[in-house]
């Protein structure tokens, strides 16, 4: 019986001298990069980042009494960039099927 073998290659790269490791995810510029092209991880990162950062607005200012108008200008200057980080390159793979 011969034993299934692993479809990754053992393959190792260099920069001069030093080994680089493969890993399962790698961050660049915040933004959460793996193997498979898959930003699910990524857009929970960014999700969770901004929930924060409301709870933390929220402990300073009541909402409730604000005017819409205001609330919408403090949501689209400080969560709106957090939530969209980088979506120009993670956008485009988060929907599965492109025809919907």
Known sequence: ?????????????HIGKNPISITDE?????????????FD?????LSEKATHAMFKIRR????HKLPPKLACKIFDSVISPI????????????VE????
């Open 60 to 63: 300073h200012i009541d909402f």
């Open 83 to 94: 939530l969209l980080y980088n979506s120009e390159v993670w956008g485009a793979y988060a």
């Open 1 to 13: 019986m011969q034993k299934h073998k692993s479809k990754r290659k053992n393959i190792q790269f």
């Open 26 to 38: 790698y961050t660049y510029l915040g933004l959460k990069l793996s193997p498979n092209i898959k």
């Open 41 to 45: 991880s990524t857009s929970q990162q």
């Open 97 to 100: 099927n492109f025809a919907k």
